[in-house]
């Protein structure tokens, strides 16, 4: 029996005027008055005990499920599974003193919450070497509202946490993983699974508070070939392997779905320290050969390749050790990389790089550039083609309040018509071109209009460059 039906029976003892209805009805009432994200179903019941003069307790080391936390439970005890794992952090109070935190994420059949584990117990025997999927019993923990208004359940100097190794009817980590495609916005502590699609790539930064921090991005993709855009915060490159296929299997445990804040409209995946990602990949990288594309050059004088090896893959080459300074497009050459994320290669200090003799098997542009009709969704592209309306630019309000440029231009070839468009630095691109010109652009990402329309538009990267044609 739930603890909400327990306390109910304990009412009804007290108050035989009242039904379960008249109950269920009161429960309703004062969620609506007070608000349902700050009183659960046990803390109406409190409330409309002390509203007839009944004092309601909970029992005494409640065995209780997820879906039946409330604020304020005590002792409480339950059977339920790991979802992921932080690892443990130091914060200060207000005073000086230190104390140690680490968070967990449990799942039972029908829900899932938050675990916080104070101070030495954050640091319990055993807990470092907890894996998603494991069984775990929970004792003499207290609920506490999160700061949300989410249940949260806390693990003090009398809690305890135990692996257990029997029958469950708690489903394991698959059972519960979700595709890409069947993704929704507000959903959270997800098990999501898809495939690498396009770059890997990490990002530094300055939070609210001027506090230094980094987070991973990258983009996957579902069975149904839907994309979607992932931000892991408090992620670094550290935690991936160096090598991984265009094709890898990534698994991401404890995120959330929610609107991009770029104004177009897209659903996110976002994590946090917590996360926890299995990507298929390897430590040692390995040769690659292919012929250079394109090369723009970053305000920075590095380098940004487009490339394409024997079997037309195309890769997006970042060269931060100018191992490519004295490369020229159609050049054929052979990289060791220090990471090589999907279509994404990275070049650093490990890095070696050497040219090669031409090798008449690996395509030059001309026979890597796609025609309009043939593009599809979430590709990568080359193409030829001619301006058709002259570029327009205008500023987008994204939801944080900032203001980023766009522009976007309208070109065909004898296939077909298409958008091309370009945002922030690479706006500036677009902008330089002129109705009637033909023009050759590498390394263009393939994505759906964002209005529902079914329409292909076509997107410049940090390695796209547009060439005009005489």
């Known amino acids: ?106 799942y039972d059949s029908d829900s899932t919450a938050s675990v916080k584990l104070w101070d030495e117990k954050a640091n319990l025997p055993g807990i470092e070497n907890l894996k998603p999927g494991d069984l775990i019993k929970i004792t003499q923990a207290y609920v506490k509202s999160d700061l949300d208004g989410s249940a949260t359940i806390n693990i003090g100097s009398g809690s305890n946490i135990e692996t257990i190794d029997t029958d469950s009817q708690i489903p394991l980590i698959d059972k519960i993983t979700k595709d890409i495609s069947e993704l929704q916005e507000g959903q959270k502590d997800l098990v999501v699974s898809g495939m690498i699609d396009g770059i890997i790539s990490g990002m530094q930064f300055t939070n609210s508070r001027g506090q230094p921090g980094t987070a991973l991005r990258m983009r996957l993709k579902g069975k149904d070939n839907s994309a979607m855009r992932v931000v892991l915060w408090g992620k670094d490159e550290s935690l991936i392997p160096n090598m991984i296929s265009q094709s890898a299997n990534v698994k991401l445990l404890g995120v959330r779905i929610k609107s991009s804040n770029q104004g177009n409209q897209e659903l996110e995946i976002h994590g946090n320290e917590s996360t926890m990602i299995e990507i298929e990949g390897g430590k040692e990288t390995e040769p690659i050969i292919a012929r250079i594309l394109s090369i723009a050059v970053t305000e920075a004088g590095k380098n940004m390749i487009v490339a394409a090896d024997s079997k037309k893959n195309i890769y997006n080459i970042s060269d931060f050790s100018n191992s490519t300074s004295d490369c020229v497009e159609g050049d054929v050459i052979e990289c060791m990389p220090s990471k090589v994320y999907g279509n994404s290669i990275t070049l650093d200090e490990n890095s070696f790089v050497r040219k090669l003799d031409n090798d008449e098997t690996i395509p030059s542009l001309a026979k890597i550039r796609t025609k309009i009709s043939d593009v599809k969704v979430d590709g990568t592209y080359c193409i030829e083609s001619i301006v058709l309306k002259a570029p327009e630019r205008r500023e987008v309000q994204t939801k944080s309040g900032e203001s980023i440029a766009l522009s ?7 296939t077909g018509q298409i958008w091309i468009k370009g945002w922030r630095i690479q706006a500036k691109l677009i902008d330089k071109c002129e109705l009637g010109e033909i023009i050759s ?30």
């Open 1 to 106: 029996m739930s603890e909400s039906q327990n306390l109910i029976d304990k009412l009804l003892e007290q108050k035989t005027e009242l039904t379960r209805e008249i109950i269920d009805q009161k429960i309703a009432e004062k969620k609506e008055k007070i608000g349902a994200g700050y009183l659960t179903d046990q803390g109406a019941l409190f409330l409309i005990a002390s509203d007839y003069g009944v004092t309601l307790t909970e029992s005494s080391k409640t065995e209780i499920n997820l879906k039946d936390l409330y604020a304020g439970a005590k002792d409480i005890s339950l059977e339920t599974r790991v979802l992921n794992v932080s690892p443990t952090k130091q914060f200060s109070r207000k005073d000086g003193s230190i104390f140690n935190l680490r968070t967990m994420t449990v």
């Open 408 to 414: 976007e231009m309208f070109v065909e070839d004898d």
């Open 441 to 470: 652009i590498t390394g263009l990402n393939a994505k759906s209009n964002n209005f529902g329309e079914g329409r292909i538009e076509l997107f410049l990267t940090a390695h796209s460059k547009i060439k005009k044609k005489n």
